[in-house]
């Protein structure tokens, strides 16, 4: 593990832009406790180093195909097919592992023609890969948007959320090539300023601010705060596979969603009925967490889970061999 990087002032001001990630640097002041232009400038520090980043992806409010990967391969193989992966658009997260499996890949595929191409096509081109199990997600009931870090307290996330208001939905429809290019823009730069990106879009401000609190609201476009792990005081990444009858299948991952450490809740077409996962403090939580899931949920069976040794891209972005974003 790491040692923690981020003083107490960073944590505050990492949760307040998990909470509202374009607020403005006035709205976070008063929050975190310092003065915006001190909050501007190590915001651009953090990411500097590559410590804390925006993340920025198709949501929920689309008809995307997401998938979870199981691979296998040759010790001497695993990076070299890392490498390979990475490189490829449909690719969103790459976790190399320790347990049933070498590897967990996660896709993110326009439809299930594009996911089937992906999985049959593709990877039979990969060398070094032995053999893979491919899990479709049914519903991913959440995902590490509602993973907090946990340093402000609940009146102070009470007040942001007050003060900066959730984007609404203003517009029924947003065309597709905005919706494509603001989706472009976000990724580039998530807190982009509505006149620059209505510069770019060549639209007015007044469009392109309902255009992006539309698509932003429906989910179509999701932004994100990312923190590099190992120095985030979360250090143990572990995925768990579940097994669980099919009438509780819905209270299990309600419940799920509801703890503190967990960053994903899938339910998926496959040997699992729910693939889940977390970060924890240290690795006897692992056991801890087992134990506690065991009493809380007695129909769920844990059916296997691997730790995570090393993550080579996250949410589309490259990622060092010490969890840190590599800068473009």
């Known amino acids: 593990m790491q040692d923690l990087v981020f003083d107490e002032r960073d944590l505050r001001l ?77 690719v969103l997260t790459i976790d190399l592992t320790a ?67 959730a984007p609404k939905e203003v517009l029924s429809r947003v065309p597709a090539d905005v919706e494509g290019a603001l989706l472009r823009i976000m990724r580039e730069d998530a807190r982009a300023s509505v006149s620059r990106i209505s510069g770019e879009l060549g639209i007015s401000q007044a469009r392109t601010r309902s255009a992006l609190s539309t698509v932003l609201a429906q989910q179509r476009v999701v932004i994100r705060l990312e923190v590099a792990r190992p120095y985030s005081g979360w250090p143990v990444y572990v995925w768990f596979f579940m097994r669980v009858p099919a009438t509780h299948v819905g209270s299990v991952a309600g419940k799920l969603v509801g703890l503190d450490e967990v960053r994903l809740v899938t339910t998926t077409v496959g040997n699992y009925s729910l693939v889940v996962a977390v970060w924890l403090r240290r690795i006897e939580d692992i056991t801890l967490l087992e134990r506690h899931l065991g009493e809380r949920l007695p129909f769920a069976e844990i059916v296997d889970r691997s730790i995570v040794l090393r993550t080579p891209k996250h949410l589309g972005i490259r990622l060092d061999a010490s969890g840190r974003r590599i800068a473009v």
């Open 99 to 165: 347990g049933g499996r070498d590897m967990i890949v996660t896709l993110m595929c326009s439809d299930d023609a594009e996911l089937s191409r992906y999985v049959l096509d593709r990877l039979s081109t990969v060398e070094g890969i032995r053999s893979m199990r491919t899990h479709r997600s049914i519903q991913v009931v959440a995902d590490a948007q509602v993973w907090r870090l946990r340093s402000l307290s609940q009146g102070e996330v009470r007040t942001l959320e007050r003060d900066v208001p």
């Open 14 to 90: 990492l949760h307040a832009l998990q909470v509202r990630p374009r607020a403005p640097w006035t709205a976070l002041a008063p929050v975190v406790g310092a003065d915006a232009v001190t909050l501007a400038r190590r915001w651009e520090q953090l990411q500097a180093q590559g410590l804390a980043w925006m993340g920025c992806y198709t949501g929920r409010g689309t008809d995307v195909v997401t998938a979870i990967l199981e691979i296998e391969c040759s010790p001497a193989s695993m990076s070299p097919v890392a490498e390979q992966l990475a490189g490829d658009p449909e």
